[in-house]
């Protein structure tokens, strides 16, 4: 008589006991202290007036609270947030939407010579900004772009392509050919499959593209130095202004870091959630 075999049952997984699991989160307390440290020198620096700024009471909290750097460091920099503002949205946009189209084309209409041609696009990745600036300032230039705030634009969008690309084939990839195939049987070209079936599903992957270029584009800081004049000058630019000079009045400068940290903080809060989901899809293949 032939035995049957019994199923296996996977055995519990293991709880961390009670020292254990204390341990665990004491490290974790360390370490977010750790990284809480500049924050908080940063607000106890931007709270005090500039007279009680002193290197023996760097660490201490203001006794009186001043406010007033905050309205006087928006004085200095709120026009150049703005430019940060219009320079992000427009640039991410911009980058996002021709990487999406990218990443379709180069993942559901595979040609001869475009897995050759995907490896050129993510050389750029590669490519420092200090290599480019010279030839891309007399680009720029010869465009009649120089010192305006679409010659920083079209810089950002251009540097922004590679990365784009890649986060939206290796999501395509993940997409079935059969929606694709399906549509074309229908008699839908291009550009109808692309707005009708692959960009409504390619949300997670967009809200990944904002977040990531649109915190590159606001931080960034050489392109906006050698590429705008004043007018067109983002915020990272008018931050170093404000810590320039031999008598520097610390209270503005680290007011104006937490006013220009505001943004990006507020994107990662509204689509942070979404941020993993996206940035994992389309690992298992492509």
């Given amino acids: 008589m032939t035995a049957v075999p019994q ?3 996977a055995a519990p997984p293991r709880r961390v006991g009670g020292a254990g699991r204390v341990l665990t989160y004491f490290l974790l307390i360390v370490a977010a202290l750790f990284f809480l440290i500049p924050i908080y020198l940063v607000f106890a620096t931007a709270l005090k007036t500039p007279e009680s700024i002193e ?8 006794a009186q609270l001043n406010w007033a750097s905050f309205s006087e460091a928006w004085d ?31 993942s559901k209409w595979r040609f001869r010579g475009a897995n050759t041609l995907f490896a ?7 490519i420092p900004y200090q290599a480019v ?13 120089y010192g305006s705030i679409w010659g920083l634009i079209l ?9 784009t690309t890649l ?14 195939e399906a549509a074309t049987i229908d008699g839908a070209g291009f550009w109808e499959i692309y707005a009708r079936v692959i960009f409504p599903i390619s949300i997670p992957g967009f809200v990944v593209v904002i977040i990531w270029q649109f915190t590159q584009v606001w931080n960034e800081f050489l392109f906006a130095a050698t590429l705008t004049n004043t007018g067109s000058q983002p915020v990272t630019y008018a931050l170093s202004q ?7 009045s610390w209270n503005l400068p680290m007011a104006g870091a937490i006013l220009a940290a505001l943004p990006t903080l507020l994107v990662y809060i509204v689509l942070g959630r979404y941020f993993v989901r996206g940035l994992l899809a389309g690992s298992v293949k492509g």
């Fill in 55 to 62: 290197l023996a009471t760097a660490w201490y909290w203001p």
């Fill in 120 to 126: 050129l696009m993510l050389f750029g990745m590669f």
């Fill in 155 to 163: 810089a950002h969008v251009v540097y922004g392509i590679p990365i």
């Fill in 7 to 9: 199923p296996t049952v």
């Fill in 167 to 180: 986060i939206f084939r290796n999501f395509y990839a993940d997409v079935p050919d059969a929606l694709v």
């Fill in 76 to 106: 200095k920099v709120g026009g150049n947030m703005l430019n940060s503002l219009f320079l992000a949205v427009v640039a991410t946009l911009l980058s996002a939407l021709l990487g999406s189209l990218n990443g379709y084309a180069l």
């Fill in 133 to 145: 600036l010279i030839p891309l300032f007399q680009f720029i230039k010869a465009l009649g772009l």
């Fill in 242 to 248: 404000l810590a320039g000079g031999q008598a520097v």
